[in-house]
């Protein structure tokens, strides 16, 4: 193999690592989408049409990373049955004299429940502004799909945590600022 052929294969390797480099992010999202792998919930459109008479305790869990907030879950243990529609109250404070915008980050455990718990609707979705001293309450409304009920590995989950940690957005990157909280 000669000087040339060399170089074009190196090219071509280090412009293949670049492009994966570029991709990785967007690939690493539909697979944790797509798997519900470590503890990412999936988007849903409509509830099945399916309810399980078996029933899931759904602990709701709020915490604030690096924004003036005072941030809570309305009720902290949910019993929830296998496909029904849920909603869950949170309420948020901004603290501090100026607006500020953020946006929360969520996930549930046990993370192999990730792929059967299902948002329909849900305050998460875009970045907020909080007006100073203001006091909202946000709904998320889900399910859980009763499709757990016929997964091998799914039958020992008896409690699952819906966590959300909202974030100071001026510290926190990829997010628009769009939404108010009006």
Do not use: W
């Not at 902290?76 to 309420?91: C, D, K």
């Amino acid at each position: 193999m000669n000087n040339a052929k060399i170089a074009v294969f190196a090219t071509l390797g280090a412009l293949f690592m670049l492009g994966l480099a570029f991709a990785s992010k967007p690939l690493y999202d539909t697979f944790c989408r797509i798997t519900g792998f470590g503890g990412t919930t999936q988007l849903a459109q409509q509830a099945p049409e399916r309810i399980s008479d078996r029933e899931v305790t759904v602990r709701i869990d709020a915490n604030v990373a690096n924004a003036p907030l005072r941030f809570k879950a309305s009720q902290t243990n949910l019993p929830v049955q296998l496909g029904a529609h849920s909603l869950a109250f949170y309420e948020v404070k901004n603290t501090s004299a100026s607006d500020v915008s953020v946006i929360a980050s969520y996930n549930v455990t046990p993370h192999k429940a990730g792929r059967f718990f299902s948002k329909l609707e849900c305050f998460c979705f875009e970045e907020r502004i909080i007006k100073a001293g203001e006091t909202k309450k946000l709904p998320v409304i889900f399910f859980v799909d009763p499709a757990m009920e016929e997964e091998r590995g799914a039958d020992d989950i008896r409690t699952i945590t819906l966590s959300y940690t909202f974030f100071n957005t001026d510290e926190f990157t990829g997010a628009t600022k769009t939404a108010s909280l009006n």
